[in-house]
């Protein structure tokens, strides 16, 4: 039904385990509660292919809440939350979405190589050696790949788990749910790390994001959510 | 297909880990050989006496040490957020922590089984007891691990959470305990090991079937 947004793939996929990364987000009456206590209530959206969500709200208003449930980490105390491909076909969290939250989600005692194509194979995704060393040289960090994730520097930590979004056949195949991710990065990679957001924009996936920071990214079509 | 890509993923992460954490393995062995090279010193040095406390020691001296490594199943994957891939992976969290586990018992199952009959010795057992207990501690971990996976997702985020986890796990080891140690004395009085070893062979199944059932349902409650 939300076709006419999706960016046309049809000559370059061909493939038939190719996923369409046309997916549609899709929120109605979504409440959710920590400790007893309602965070937010009565949250609708719908979000097209090719389009920046980001979540604005204050310290507590239920920002990281709503992307662990948009995930499917947490349950939502009422209302759904839906994923839809392309071709109207309803898609689990898991399938549609890769969540970047506050920790790194890497082992320390493993390689960055070893860390990413374990996340690969949990997310479905692609973690064959080439595309993990395509996906950290995206970030400018290819010479880490080899290194134990404990060994490196906070900054590296970052990137080289961020590299876990790019982590895909094609762009665009998944929705990025991004939490924070500018903290913590120096200004060079914030751009980086932007730009990389615009890519993936227009390749049309959707990217849900919630960020303090005022970093520019190139958007097409950007919605706001106030909780 | 990418069920078993998944799967495997999580096993040879497991694998990776102990063959770079040496203290994953070290650290229960140690424990191990504390127990049972104590008890030789506080019972005194008469071999029938040891004998027949050594089953016992030994076996229990295994339980406690596998124990050890409960915390290591998803504690430390919350801590550092990778656990959150597996629960976001769209591939049914309970055979994905059956993987898990099924590692977690194959590097900890050998090692406490290769360091079982070498126990025995302090207590003079015969080679054939020895045997019979290795047999029944190699069956005897996968079933803790497997009723301790359950207390250790409860507790992922608990403070305090190792001995919670002992309080809640133990009791449910108590009839591998009980067969377990069991068979080994059949064999040492010289009758037959078979009835103890199948309901122990029972019990692991039955754990089997559906402990990581429970485990998964657990893991979600506790980090929602």
Known sequence: ?227 | MSLRAATTAVFRREMQLFARRKSDWANPIVFFLIVCSLFPFAVGSESEKLKLIGIGVIFVGALLSAMLSLPRLFEEDARDGSLELMLASSEPLAVLILARIAALSLGLGVALTVATPVFALFYALPFDVAGMLAVSVAMAVPTLLLIGAIAAALLVSARGGAILTAVLVLPLTIPTLIFGAGAALKVLYGESPVAELALQGAFLLLALALCPLAAAAALKISTD
């Open chain 1, 1 to 227: 039904m939300h076709r006419r947004h999706c960016v046309d793939l049809g000559g370059i996929q061909g493939a038939r385990s190719f996923v369409n990364p046309c997916t549609n987000l899709r929120l109605e009456a979504l409440a959710a509660e920590r400790g007893g206590k309602t965070v937010f209530a009565d949250v609708n959206v719908n979000v097209a292919s090719g389009t920046l969500l980001r979540v604005l709200g204050p310290n507590g208003a239920g920002k990281t809440t709503l992307l662990r449930i948009l995930a499917g980490l947490g349950a939502a105390s009422a209302g759904t939350v839906q994923w839809h491909a392309a071709d109207s076909m309803e898609l689990r969290p898991g399938e549609a979405a890769v969540f970047a939250g506050h920790a790194n989600a890497m082992n320390d005692a493993l390689t960055v190589a070893e860390n990413l194509s374990y996340a690969a194979a949990l997310a479905g995704l692609d973690g064959t050696t080439p595309v993990v060393r395509r996906a950290l040289t995206q970030l400018g960090v290819e010479k880490l790949i080899n290194r134990r994730f404990g060994s490196l520097s906070q900054g590296q930590r970052k990137r080289a788990s961020l590299a876990r979004l790019l982590l895909r056949a094609h762009p665009g195949e998944r929705a990025w749910l991004l939490d924070e991710p500018f903290v913590a990065l120096d200004t060079d990679t914030q751009s980086q790390l932007a730009s990389l957001i615009g890519e993936e924009l227009a390749a049309g996936a959707i990217v849900v994001l919630t960020s303090h920071q005022t970093v520019a990214i190139n958007a097409s079509r950007i919605q706001e959510l106030a909780l």
